[in-house]
Structure formats: structure tokens, C-alpha cells
């Protein structure tokens, strides 16, 4: 069973009357485990489909599967249950709830389910991330490095079967983005999780197994199939 | 969305609790608009349970009697006989009648109201006096009992001397409180109370003088009341008594009670939907502020309701200490409250905590902040996942915002709507006063909503676009996404409506009083002049070259036949369309040949002729009571002088300035009719000063005891002290908008304030100087106050026109001065809290400040 599985995937907003399709006719399948980046210019639709593969939105036409399951046949709880269990996020902006300390925002998945023993998760999570000693620092306390580990450590606590990465090194600087990248991808390998990473770093993409280059919302090449599209 | 269930979620509340930590001073502030919005309405509600307790526990100290008789003349001996008939354990008399109490220590005269007492009255509760055991003594030691306000006013002590009539009395206390009587009434008719004995010493009562006979009675049995009256009326079948029983004048306060209390109560509401707008205000603003952590927890897999409950908890939980709070504050603000309308009660009021009405201004309070949240906090609810990938101008332009019939949000202001009209309903007890009772409180925030946009699209484009940057950017921040101006507008602008309609209809009374006495029309007033003492009375005028304006004699009558049926058949007929009064009441009629310059004929013709010697008189009816007896020119009626039937017919209806200084008649006899009947007259004079008045008042008091004398400045002083004490309860209810409006500003402000500190940032980062970013907020702030002022002040001109045309039929004006106080001051109070507000704003460098939540 594929990890996720998107056929003909397309988006289309309608903005003063007029239709615009920002994603058309996007296919592509990834294994369990493996990982895949998602490349292309501002405005080609890169955060479009990865909106809509992780059920964050609700494509025009078209259908994603996770784990088996059609996310177009759910309504937003069930998909938000999905996302719960089977998804992790990881954000450009961090995304970390500034009212909640480094532990609390790390534990926010694991209690929504109703686990026990999330706190002691989520400190290991925050050891392994290298931020022992932040447990109870608020993100206005952190930098941006030190958000965006705890934002890794967030996404991973619920051992997620897919992470989806939206820019995730794109507010940081050189050093820490290697730092970052580096612990994604070793997170990645640790616990088996698909990986769909959104970037404009090529340096970033190449330590991917599979890029997907999108233009204009079509895919225009897919390292998997060696297909390069001509527009 | 089962939103019982997910309140039950410990996530929730942990979450709830969590998020709270850094805006739980920001979450308080948000409800300290409810907090006082409740406190009114437990205060109200506190004091209108105490009034009723009050009215429960003196019933019978409300008449002082078990039974009252009254009547214009003196009992008859059949009368007599019947209230011997009744062998009540206790009776007592009293004569009641308008007089000058003249102090000879000063030789300051004024008109009062003399109450001469035999017998033990009140038989139930207690004159109050200082010392206390006047009331006692004053009738043995042949004192007299003077209003405390009168001996105030003439700097009159304990044991100086009061000439009533013909008769000294030394002043053996003064009158505190009178039982079932209001301060108000009494600042109306200063009462002196004197022994009934002495009463014929004073030589004040004259045939056909308006004096009051009333006869108490204290009965074996309460309950035999109605019999005691039954046998008094069939004692005697000619006299016209008038019966007034305990039940009645309960009925009668309790009729005033559920004025005062309806009106204080719409003051109530008033302030608690202040405190409603502006927790629904301030609540939607920090929910938009959420929208980014809810779109993080919407796509972390938290369900819709799951992400709603948690800010629902949070300002719920603070509604419930926002509500606990207002309870409390309520109960400290009803300590004040009975000060404030015992001037308007004939009770004592207490301030005795009322459990039930806190708990019922709490649980209202609570319901109404929860029913307006709910709608507030809608946008949560719709927080889309795609908020953590999207920046929020890309989505939430496209949620919202752009769907102004939003169907949840419609069903929750409908809710809370019906609620209020509910509660209004269930308050008045009345489906019609209820409805009209909320329907007006929309009409006036609609009107003060619509007054603002107007004026702020006004500004909008009469803003020259030469003024400076300031200006301009100070001006603009009023249309800043996410504003508030129109609810800091309605939440001033209702504070300042209430305070100015008051007093702009104040203004307008006392303006006509003011009016009526000016230049060449009468100021004083001379009644109760003897027929004897008319040449007298006019000698001593002309000898200090005052003009007699008008001179009237007066019969008093009574109506018995209208056209061919008499007045008991009317009275007696169920489906008649006369009203009651106009055919039970005493007519005080004259005679003269001629029309006065206040009189307009508006239907048939003036007859100056005398009366014929045989067949009816013609009579000339003013036009109020030619209405209300549904009678025209043609018509005849006849009238009951002192036991003379005199039959007239309708000649002339006249139209009446009754706001005039000067006597007006209901009905005006032609001359050769009742010349002979028992009358008095009535002149009318200009003096030209306060000195020439009480020195022509001292004069009459001295050669004639029994003539009274008002004037001009004694009515103003009247109407103003009358007013004022009416005033104090409706400025007092007025404060709590005013109050709730201040803290409205103050949570508005903080609530945006995030939006000036990026702005300033900005500013600042562009090269502009703290000074000219305090400047910007200050032109906010001027912009904000001026405008509420103006809107409120623009409402209350239209209502203050209302009042004086509609109701009190004078003349509006507008007091110019006062209002620019008024507005001065709302727009200063406005200034001072959005500085205070934004304290700290233009200070912080860019840098610092972009790392800071706020």
C-alpha cells in the first residue's frame, strides 16, 4: 500500500467570476518510508498540493489517498483525525502556539489524542531535537533555529506515517538550516516516515528520493519517471 | 457540533487554561463592560426589591389611616352622624389648604401648604421630626411642624416664629418625613403642620377657599373597610366624598413603583447591552487574533468544536468572573442606589441585599455575555488548517469577512435578540411594553450607529487633503481593518445621549417658566383674594404703582348634566367616550366680558353679552376640556353651584396658553350669573424685582392673612429643585452608560492595541518621530471622542425636540454651552483613555518591539 497516492489531482479558485486553475492533472504515488521533494517557482502550486495531499484543503477535481483512505470522501473532522494520526507538519513560519511553552506545543497532537505518557514523550522528543533545557521557554524566548527543532519535535510525536515539510529551512540561516535539515532527515530515517518536502533549496531536494517539479500547476518533471514535460 | 460533550473534553480545559496564561489581564479587561453592565441590572433589580419590601412592610403607614374621607367642604352634619356611625377606635381631621407662612424675625414670606391636625394622625407609622418627639407635643404645646427644606431655605430654627394667617407659632420641629409622602411632593408644597385647634385663629378659611377637609379613620378591623365606606356613603347621598383606602393608595404607589422600576430598568438594560457590545467587540477582535493558533491546532488534527471549546471556555469561564464580579460590584453600587430614589418614594427604602435579584442580574448578565461570545467567537469555529500554509490575508479575505450573512452568526444575533426582548417581556409583565421596551433601546443604538458612519463618512470626504500627514493618518485609523469606532461610538455616544436629553429637556422647562414671566407679562399671582378685599387688594397695588394685569374671579362648580344626560348615567355607562375626569372633577370657573390675550376663539363666536335673565347662559369652553367632554358649539351643559343647577349653552371654544403666569379657566361664564355664588379672585402683577416681590409679599401677608402670593421665582425655584431630584436617578443611570462606555474604550483600545504597536514599528522604521506617532494616536483618539459626542449629542437634540414638543409642549432650545461641555468632556475622557491605552506604543525601538507578543 502506497503512503500516500494522488491521481489527477487539480485545483481551481474562482476569483471575481473568473476561474483560475492554480494545480491541473497531478499524479504521483510514494512508498512507505520513503521521501520526495516538491520544487518549482513562486506561484507554480507547491503549497496548493501539499494543502491538499495533506487535507488541509479540498482539491476542485480529483483524489488523495493516505493510507488507504480517500481524504475527498471525509468531512474536515474525519480528515482533521487523519492528519492527528498519520500526518506531521513542518512549517517555514514554525507555527508553534505562542502561548503554549516548547513541552505543552510539543504534546498539543499527542494529548489531542488522548495518550497518556505524552509528556514524557515529548521531553524525549525535545533531548533528541538537542533542547532539554527549553522545556519551559515560550517561542518568543527562542530563536528561530530553536523554534523550528521544537516544531520537528512536534511533528514526529505522534510517529507520524507521513511529514509533509513546507519550506521548512526557508526562515534560517545557512548554519541552522543545515542543522535542521540535518535532524529532519535523520528523524525521517529513524521512524520510517514519508517525507514530502516543499522547497526552493535544490540542495535541500537533492536528499530526497524523488523530486516533482511543478510549473503553472502542472507537474513538468518527476525524477521517478525520468519524464520531463514540455510546456 | 456537540458542543456538551467537547466542554467535558479535559484537553479543552487544559488547553483552555494553558492558552489563558498571557492574556488572562487582557481576558479581564475584555469583561470588565459585562462586569458593570450586570452590576447595573443587580443594583436595579436589588433596589426595586427593596422598594416593594419597603411598600410591603409600611402598607398601612402609606395612608396612615385604615380609611381616608375628603372632600372640598366642610363634613355635613349628616356626614358627621355617619362617621360616628363607624365607633372607630381612633379618628382624626385635618384641613388642608395653600397659604403664606410668613417668618417675622426675617419678614420673608412664601407659599406653603398648611395641614392643621386634630387628633392623633397618623395612626400607622410616624411623623418623622427633629427633635423626634415634635410630632408628639405639637398639637398640646400649639406648635407648629415646618418642612425641613423651608427651614433650610429661611435659615429658620427650632423655636423661631411662623405667622400663619392671623396666628404666631413658635416652630416646635421640622418635618422630616411624612408617611406615604415623597420629598419630591413635598419640595413641591412645603407642608406646615399645625393644631387643628388653632386652626380659626389663623382666620384663613373664607367662603369659597380652596381647602381640603379629609377625615381619618382608624378601624377595629381592617378588613371592614369596605363597609365603613358603604355606610359612610349611604349616610348621606348629596355630598361629594372622595374615599381613599390603604389598598388604594398601594395600588397607586405600586402603579408609580413599576414606572420607576421599568425606567430604571431600561437604564439597566442599556448598560448591559454597553457591556454586551463590548465583550461581543473586544471578543471578536481576540478571536481573530486566535484565527492563526486555531489554524495550528485545526491542522495538528484538532476537530473544529475541540478548537471552539477551547476559546469558548476561556471567555466563558471569565464571563462566569465577570458575572461574579458585577454581582458584587452590584451590591456595593445598591448601597448607594436608595439615596438616590428615596427623593421619588413615599418609603423608606433599605438596602437590603437581595439574593434573588443578584442572582437574576448574574444569570442574565452571564446568559446574555455567553449568547453574544458565541457569535463573536464564530470565526474560530470556520478557522481553516490552511492558515498555518497560507499567509491570513490569502484565506481568511475569502471566509468571513465576505460573507455578511454569515447563517450562524445571524442565528446567534437572532438569539440574542429574542433573549432580550424575552427578559423585557418577562420584566414588564407586558408583551407591548416589553417589545417596545427592547425595540427602543435598537431604535437608539441603530440611531447612534447610523448618526456615527454618517458623520464618519462625512469626515471621510471632507477631510481636506492639504491638512497634515498626522491628520490625515490619525483620521484614516478610524477605518483600519478591524476597527471599532462604531462601537466606541455607540458606547459614548449612548452615555452622552442620556445626559443630554436630560438635560435638554430640564433646560426646555425651566426656559418656559423663565418665558412665561418675561418682559410685560405678569410674574406674581394673587389668589384667594375675598370679595371684600378686592378694592383693598388693588389700592395697595396701585399705590406701589404695580399694574393689575389680570383680574378673575372663581366659582368653584361641579358638572351635573351633558346635553340631556346626567353625569351619574355617564359615569354609569360602560361604553361612553367622556372621559372620567372631565365629568367627576371641580370646576373652577369665572365670569367676564372679555377674551384675554392668552385666549383664541377657534370654534363659534365670543359672546361678551351679559346672561339673559331667563333660559340658559352662553359659556365659552377651552378647547382641552371641550375634547375630553366631546362637546361642541351649540351643546349645552349644566353645572352644580353649590347646590344651584345652571343651565348654559357652548357658545365659543377657546384655545389656552396654559403655560402662562396668570389664571386660565376651563370655562368662562358671561357677567349677571354667578356674581352672587361664593367665589374668590385672583389678580395677576409684574413687580420688577426679588426685593419689590417680597416686599409686596410681606405686605400682604401682614394686611391680609389670608391672601396667598406666588411668584415667578418661587415656580422656577419649584421646577428646578423638582427636577433635580427626578434628574439625580436618571443621571445616575446614565453614569453606568457612561462608566460601561469608559471601560468599553478601555478594553477596545488594549484589544487593538497590537495593530498600533505594528504600526508604529512601521512608522518608525520610515523615519517617524515618537512624537509625531503620539500625535497620530492623539487625532485617533480626538477623531473618536468628537464623534461619539457629536452622534450622541445629535440624538439627544432630536429627542430633546421630541420631549419638549411631543410631551411637555414647550418651546425647544438648545442650550449651547452646556452640550460643548457635555461633548468637551466626553471627547477629553475619550483622549485620555486611548493615551492611556497606548502607553508605551511610540516608545519601543522597532527592534524590541518585533519580538514581542502583544
Redesign the interface.
Known amino acids: 500500500m502506497k503512503a500516500i497516492d494522488v491521481v489527477k489531482l487539480t485545483k481551481t479558485y474562482t476569483e471575481s467570476g473568473r476561474e483560475l486553475t492554480v494545480l491541473k492533472d497531478v499524479s504521483f504515488g510514494l512508498a512507505a518510508g520513503t521521501s520526495c521533494a516538491v520544487v518549482g517557482p513562486s506561484g507554480s502550486g507547491k503549497?496548493t498540493l501539499?494543502?491538499l495531499c495533506?487535507g488541509?484543503?479540498r482539491p476542485s477535481s480529483g483524489t488523495v489517498e493516505i493510507q488507504g483512505q480517500r481524504l475527498d470522501r471525509l468531512d474536515?473532522?474525519a480528515r482533521?483525525?487523519?492528519?492527528?494520526?498519520a500526518?506531521g507538519?513542518v512549517?517555514q513560519s514554525f507555527?508553534?502556539?505562542?502561548?503554549?511553552t516548547a513541552l505543552?506545543n510539543v504534546m498539543?497532537?499527542a494529548?489531542?489524542q488522548?495518550r497518556r505518557g505524552a509528556k514524557a514523550d515529548a521531553l524525549e522528543l525535545l533531548r533528541r531535537v538537542g533542547l532539554p533545557d527549553r522545556n519551559d521557554h515560550?517561542p518568543?524566548q527562542l530563536s528561530g533555529g530553536e523554534q523550528q527543532r521544537v516544531s520537528l519535535a512536534?511533528a514526529f510525536i505522534n510517529d507520524p506515517r507521513i511529514l509533509f515539510a513546507?519550506e521548512p529551512t526557508g526562515n534560517l540561516d545557512a548554519e541552522t538550516s543545515a542543522r535542521v535539515a540535518d535532524l529532519l532527515f535523520e528523524l525521517n530515517r529513524e521512524r520510517e516516515t514519508t517525507l514530502v518536502l516543499v522547497t526552493h533549496n535544490m540542495e535541500l531536494a537533492q536528499r530526497t528520493e524523488r523530486t516533482l517539479c511543478l510549473k503553472g500547476g502542472l507537474v513538468v518533471s518527476d525524477s521517478a519517471t525520468g519524464i520531463e514535460a514540455e510546456r | 457540533m456537540n458542543l456538551g460533550a467537547t466542554l467535558m473534553d479535559p484537553w479543552v480545559w487544559r488547553m483552555a487554561w494553558r492558552d489563558s496564561r498571557l492574556h488572562r489581564r487582557k481576558l479581564a479587561l475584555f469583561l470588565s463592560s459585562i462586569a458593570l453592565g450586570i452590576a447595573a441590572l443587580v443594583s436595579i433589580g436589588s433596589v426595586a426589591d427593596n422598594l416593594q419590601w419597603a411598600v410591603d412592610a409600611e402598607t398601612r403607614s402609606l395612608l396612615g389611616a385604615d380609611l381616608m374621607v375628603r372632600s372640598r367642604q366642610p363634613f355635613s352634619r349628616e356626614v358627621e352622624d355617619a362617621f360616628e356611625a363607624l365607633a372607630a377606635p381612633g379618628e382624626a381631621r385635618e384641613v388642608r389648604f395653600g397659604s403664606m407662612a410668613f417668618f417675622p424675625q426675617t419678614g420673608e414670606s412664601r407659599l406653603v401648604q398648611i395641614r392643621a391636625v386634630s387628633g392623633p394622625f397618623p395612626f400607622y407609622g410616624e411623623l418623622e421630626t427633629g427633635p423626634p418627639d415634635a410630632a408628639d407635643a405639637y398639637q398640646d404645646r400649639r406648635y407648629a411642624l415646618v418642612d425641613r427644606g423651608l427651614m433650610i431655605q429661611y435659615d429658620r430654627a427650632v423655636g423661631d416664629t411662623v405667622r400663619i394667617g392671623g396666628a404666631d407659632f413658635v416652630i416646635g420641629g421640622s418635618l422630616l418625613r411624612i408617611p406615604g409622602e415623597t420629598s419630591v411632593s413635598m419640595t413641591a408644597a412645603p407642608p406646615i403642620y399645625i393644631p387643628g385647634s388653632a386652626l380659626t385663629e389663623t382666620g384663613l378659611i373664607q367662603p369659597g377657599s380652596l381647602v381640603n377637609y379629609r377625615a381619618y379613620f382608624r378601624l377595629v378591623d381592617a378588613s371592614g373597610v369596605p363597609d365603613a365606606i358603604q355606610q359612610v356613603k349611604l349616610g348621606q347621598e348629596t355630598e361629594d366624598l372622595t374615599f381613599e383606602t390603604v389598598a388604594d393608595r398601594r395600588r397607586q404607589l405600586n402603579r408609580s413603583l413599576r414606572n420607576l422600576n421599568r425606567f430604571l430598568e431600561l437604564a439597566g438594560f442599556a448598560a448591559l447591552m454597553l457591556g454586551c457590545l463590548g465583550v461581543g467587540s473586544s471578543v471578536h477582535v481576540y478571536a481573530r487574533q486566535k484565527l492563526d493558533s486555531a489554524a495550528v491546532l485545526r491542522c495538528l488534527g484538532a476537530r473544529a468544536s475541540r478548537v471552539f471549546a477551547v476559546y469558548g471556555v476561556q471567555i466563558w469561564v471569565m464571563s462566569l468572573a465577570g458575572s461574579a464580579a458585577g454581582g458584587l460590584l452590584g451590591i456595593g453600587i445598591q448601597k448607594l442606589t436608595p439615596g438616590v430614589v428615596a427623593p421619588l418614594v413615599p418609603v423608606a427604602v433599605p438596602s437590603d441585599i437581595s439574593w434573588g435579584a443578584v442572582g437574576e442580574g448574574m444569570a442574565i448578565g452571564l446568559g446574555l455575555a455567553m449568547l453574544v461570545t458565541l457569535a463573536a467567537l464564530m470565526p474560530i469555529r470556520r478557522a481553516s488548517p490552511l492558515g498555518t500554509l497560507r499567509t491570513p490575508f490569502e484565506w481568511r479575505d475569502s471566509d468571513a469577512e465576505r460573507r455578511p450573512f454569515d447563517g450562524e452568526r445571524l442565528a446567534a444575533a437572532a438569539l440574542f435578540g429574542c433573549a432580550i426582548a424575552g427578559l423585557a417581556v418577562l420584566h414588564t409583565g407586558s408583551l407591548r411594553t416589553g417589545l417596545g421596551f427592547s425595540g427602543g433601546i435598537a431604535v437608539a443604538f441603530a440611531a447612534l450607529s447610523g448618526i456615527a458612519l454618517a458623520l464618519m463618512r462625512f469626515l471621510r470626504y471632507a477631510l481636506p487633503a492639504s491638512w497634515s500627514y498626522v491628520w490625515r493618518q490619525g483620521m484614516a485609523n478610524l477605518y483600519r481593518p478591524q476597527n471599532q469606532t462604531t462601537v466606541l461610538m455607540l458606547s459614548l455616544g449612548l452615555g452622552t445621549f442620556l445626559i443630554a436629553t436630560l438635560s435638554l429637556a430640564q433646560d426646555s422647562l425651566i426656559r418656559e417658566v423663565e418665558l412665561s414671566g418675561s418682559a410685560g407679562k405678569p410674574n406674581l399671582v394673587l389668589f384667594d383674594v375675598q370679595v371684600d378685599q378686592v378694592d383693598d387688594v388693588v389700592g395697595m397695588l396701585n399705590s406701589r404703582a404695580l399694574p393689575v394685569i389680570h383680574h378673575a374671579p372663581v366659582v368653584s362648580m361641579r358638572l351635573s348634566r351633558v346635553g340631556d344626560r346626567s353625569v351619574e348615567s355617564l359615569l354609569a355607562d360602560t361604553s361612553r367616550d367622556v372621559s372620567r375626569w372631565s365629568l367627576t372633577r371641580e370646576y373652577r370657573s369665572t365670569y367676564r366680558d372679555h377674551l384675554f390675550d392668552s385666549e383664541e376663539v377657534v370654534e363659534g363666536a365670543w359672546n361678551g353679552r351679559p346672561a339673559p335673565a331667563n333660559g340658559p347662559s352662553t359659556v365659552s369652553l377651552a378647547s382641552r376640556i371641550a375634547r375630553a367632554l366631546k362637546v361642541s358649539p351649540g351643546d349645552s351643559l349644566t353645572f352644580d353651584v353649590q347646590g344651584i343647577l345652571i343651565e348654559t349653552i357652548i357658545g365659543s371654544i377657546r384655545d389656552v396658553d396654559w403655560q402662562r403666569v396668570q389664571p386660565n379657566f376651563f370655562v368662562v361664564f358671561p357677567t349677571g350669573v354667578l356674581e352672587a355664588a361664593p367665589q374668590f379672585h385672583v389678580m395677576t402683577t409684574r413687580v420688577q424685582s426679588d426685593a419689590e416681590s417680597a416686599a409686596l409679599q410681606r405686605s400682604v401677608v401682614q394686611t391680609f392673612s389670608n391672601v396667598s402670593v406666588l411668584d415667578l421665582g418661587l415656580v422656577l425655584e419649584t421646577v428646578d429643585r423638582v427636577l433635580s431630584q427626578v434628574g439625580a436617578v436618571v443621571r445616575f443611570m446614565a453614569l453606568f452608560s457612561l462608566v460601561t462606555g469608559a471601560a468599553v474604550v478601555a478594553s477596545t483600545v488594549l484589544t487593538s492595541r497590537f495593530l498600533r504597536v505594528r504600526e508604529s514599528i512601521l512608522l518608525r522604521a520610515m523615519g517617524a518621530s515618537r512624537r509625531q506617532i503620539r500625535q497620530i494616536l492623539f487625532v485617533e483618539y480626538l477623531f473618536l471622542g468628537g464623534l461619539a459626542a457629536l452622534s450622541g449629542l445629535t440624538l439627544a437634540v432630536c429627542a430633546g425636540w421630541a420631549l419638549a414638543s411631543l410631551v411637555f409642549d414647550v418651546a425647544f432650545g438648545v442650550p449651547v454651552g452646556s452640550l460643548a461641555l457635555l461633548g468637551g468632556a466626553v471627547t477629553i475622557l475619550t483622549v485620555l483613555l486611548g493615551l492611556l491605552g497606548s502607553r508605551g506604543v511610540a516608545g519601543r525601538p522597532p527592534l524590541e518591539v518585533l519580538r514581542i507578543e502583544v
Do not use: C, H, K, W
Open positions: 503549497t501539499l494543502g495533506a488541509l484543503d474536515e473532522d482533521a483525525a487523519i492528519r492527528n494520526r500526518v507538519f512549517f507555527q508553534l502556539l505562542s502561548t503554549l505543552e498539543v497532537p494529548e489531542l488522548g515560550y518568543a512536534r513546507d
